[in-house]
């Protein structure tokens, strides 16, 4: 059953990917935040079909830690 939903996952990322890559060039005229703002959904489509697909989550700790102005993030990874 691991390998039939991981499979379904990998399937639909692939599909989502080249279906935001190929409208995203139709987004090219548009100005950069018009742009960002779509392509960027393409995380949030594949975090959704991450939950349905394989039911894993994920949680966010510490975001008032982050400051406001410009900034590099380094995570540390858990399993």
């Known amino acids: ?3 039939l939903r991981s ?3 990998n399937a ?3 599909l ?3 279906v935001f890559a190929l409208v995203g060039l ?4 548009f100005p950069f935040r018009v ?3 779509f392509i960027s959904q393409w995380a949030r489509v594949t975090l959704w079909w991450l939950a349905v697909t ?3 989550r994920f949680e966010v700790e510490g975001r008032d830690n982050i400051p406001g102005g410009t900034a590099i993030i ?6």
Not at 74 to 79: D, G, I, L, T, V
């Open 1 to 3: 059953m691991l390998v």
């Open 7 to 9: 499979i379904l996952f």
């Open 12 to 14: 639909g990322m692939i």
């Open 16 to 18: 989502f990917a080249v």
């Open 26 to 29: 139709l987004f090219m005229p």
């Open 35 to 37: 742009r960002y703002a």
């Open 54 to 56: 394989c039911n894993l």
């Open 74 to 79: 380094f995570c540390k990874h858990q399993s």
